[in-house]
C-alpha cells in the first residue's frame, strides 16, 4: 500500500488533522509540533492528546507512517552558545511532545555551522543530539537528519555529512533520515530518470544503508538542478517536473516509504498534488484500494 500525505495545519486542532488527511486523499500526514517559528512549545493537553489517539483509530491511519517536523529556530549547530541550549532544549521539548501524541519520528534540520567550519559544526550537531536523546533512553522515538540545500553553511546536503553526524553520535540506533526531494536536487541528487534513482539510492546504501531512509519529502524545485536554492514546488510544475516524478516513483524502494507532500498551498492544492501523485502511479481511486 502506498503511503502519502502532506504537511497539515494544526489550528483546528490536531484530532482534526487524520480526517481531513482522509479528505484530500492522504493516508498520512505530517505536522509541526507547535508554531515553528517560536523558542517556547507547550505540552498537548490531556484530552486533545486522546482526541487525537481517538481520530487515528476511527479513521485508521497508522501512527508509524506519521512525521513531526522539528520547528525552524533548532540549530543545533550553532556555535553561539545561548542559540544551541535553546535548540538542545527545544528538542528534547519535541520529543517530549511527539511521544504524548503516540507518535514515532521527529523530523529536523542538522542546522549551520554559520562559517566555523563543518567538523566542529559536526561536532556541535551529534553532541546536541546526545544530550537530547540522553533524556529519553527507554524511549522508541527515532529522530531524522533531513538532507538540505546546500546553502548558509548548512550541514547535511551530502549523505556523506549525515554520515558523519550519525557516527559521532551515542544513540546511532535512534536516528534515521528524511529524504527531501527538492533539497536533494538543490544539491545536485538527480531523479530524473531509473538510471539517476538507481544511483541516487546506491549512494544512500552505500553511506547509511537504506534502512536508514524512512521518509519521502516529495517536493518538485522552483530552480534547476544544483540551484542550492531550496524553493519548493508542486508537484509537475518545477524543473523536476511529471517525468522526473515517474522516474522516482517507479522504484519499489521509494514506495517502501510514506511520501509527504510540502508543496505550496493549502489543502486544496495537496488534494490536486495527491492526485498528481496518484495519476503517476496508476492509482485512480483512493490510494489504499
Excluded at 523536476?240 to 522516474?247: K, L, N, S, V
Aim: hydrophobic letters at 35%; glycine letters at 10%; one cysteine or more.
Amino acid at each position: 500500500m502506498v503511503k502519502i500525505g502532506a504537511h497539515m495545519s494544526t489550528s483546528k486542532g490536531y484530532h482534526r488533522v487524520p480526517f481531513e488527511t482522509l479528505e484530500i486523499g492522504g493516508n498520512t500526514f505530517q505536522i509541526f509540533p507547535h508554531s515553528p517559528s517560536m523558542w517556547k512549545a507547550k505540552l498537548p493537553e490531556e484530552k486533545k492528546v486522546e482526541l487525537l489517539k481517538e481520530a487515528m483509530a476511527n479513521t485508521g491511519l497508522n501512527p508509524g507512517d506519521v512525521l513531526v517536523h522539528s520547528g525552524y529556530l533548532i540549530n543545533l549547530a550553532s556555535p553561539k552558545k545561548e542559540v544551541r541550549e535553546k535548540s538542545i532544549e527545544l528538542l528534547k521539548q519535541e520529543v517530549r511532545i511527539v511521544e504524548m501524541l503516540g507518535l514515532k519520528y521527529l523530523n529536523f534540520h542538522p542546522g549551520s555551522h554559520l562559517g566555523t567550519g563543518l567538523d566542529t559544526g559536526i561536532d556541535r550537531i551529534a553532541s546536541g543530539i546526545d544530550e537530547v536523546l540522553s533524556t529519553v533512553e527507554n524511549s522508541e522515538i527515532i529522530l531524522l537528519l533531513e538532507n538540505v540545500a546546500p546553502k548558509g553553511g548548512n550541514i547535511g546536503s551530502t549523505f556523506e555529512e549525515l554520515k558523519l553526524i550519525i557516527e559521532r553520535t551515542s544513540y546511532s540506533d535512534q536516528i534515521g533520515i528524511t529524504y527531501d526531494t527538492c533539497h536533494g536536487f538543490d544539491s545536485g541528487y538527480d531523479i530524473c530518470s531509473r538510471n539517476a534513482v538507481e544511483k541516487l539510492l546506491i549512494e544512500i546504501d552505500h553511506w547509511l544503508g537504506l534502512e536508514r531512509l524512512k521518509m519521502i519529502h516529495l517536493n518538485d524545485s522552483k530552480y534547476p538542478l544544483g540551484a542550492a536554492k531550496d524553493r519548493h514546488e508542486r508537484i509537475g510544475e518545477g524543473y523536476i517536473g511529471y517525468e522526473g516524478f515517474t522516474a522516482f516513483l517507479s522504484n519499489d524502494e521509494i514506495l517502501k516509504r510514506p511520501l509527504l507532500l510540502e508543496t505550496p498551498g493549502g489543502n486544496a492544492e495537496h488534494a490536486e498534488d495527491i492526485q498528481r501523485v496518484k495519476k503517476i502511479l496508476g492509482i485512480e481511486r483512493d490510494v489504499d484500494e
